[in-house]
């Protein structure tokens, strides 16, 4: 009993397990479509009217260690869209698209340390939190994608994971044939089920039937008593049968000697 009890245990967490990683998989791959919703639906519409998509929110995978220990590498951040210049502060961390002549054009997510302006109006110099140095240019606030709101520990790997071949496969397909293999079991089980309600009720059906005989049986006595007089608890005749009678001849001689002897 206590092994018994053990394995239930056991196979109780386990379940608990897989449903925790079960949800976080579909949560997270419901935000991600919505993500992609969101992105696909504003590029049209912005596309339609001529502009440049400027989402509210946008999510970046850092790849590079220059932000350590504060952003790991294959940490996602999100970013929040900032509608003026005042609303980043010293301190605060900016994506930004960098004009330096080392990384220019690529999405930077840095610190910034300093806040000044040039002829373009407001910049700001940033700086990696594991960098020696600032950066070579300052970010100019039209390259300035949003402020750092949110950062996500480790999400890339499973972002970069579900990209693969492999990992779509193990995160996707394999879940999916589980789920189909459970329902096909649900399926016979409940038709296993259905068999024995059926075998049950018909049992049942023939036990009745078997009754409703014997009472039908026991009214056409009770009928046949009440016609002929007799109580219903007074036993039915026993039927005897009758045997021949026998008669023994006596001759006459020996009835005139028994006359005689009278």
Known sequence: MKS??????????????STVISWTILVILILIALFLAYFTIGSKLAEKKGEKFDPIVSLFTIISPSMTPNINTMDVVMTKRISSPDDIKIGDVITFVSTSSISRGKTITHRVIDIGSDEDGVTYTTKGDNNLSP???????????GKVVLRIPQLGRLQTFLASQGGWF????????????NDI????????????????????KASKTEQEKREEIRKDALKKRLKTGRSEYEPDPIPVKKSARIVVAVPKNKQKKSKNNA
């Open 4 to 17: 018994k009890s053990n394995y239930s245990g056991f196979k109780g967490t386990l379940k608990l397990i």
């Open 170 to 181: 193990i995160a996707i397909v394999i879940p999916a044939i589980l789920i189909i293999i």
């Open 185 to 204: 079991l649900k399926v016979f089980k409940l038709a296993g089920v259905k068999n024995k309600i059926e075998k049950i009720e018909k049992t049942e």
């Open 135 to 145: 950066d070579g240019a300052p970010a100019k606030y039209n390259n300035v994608i």
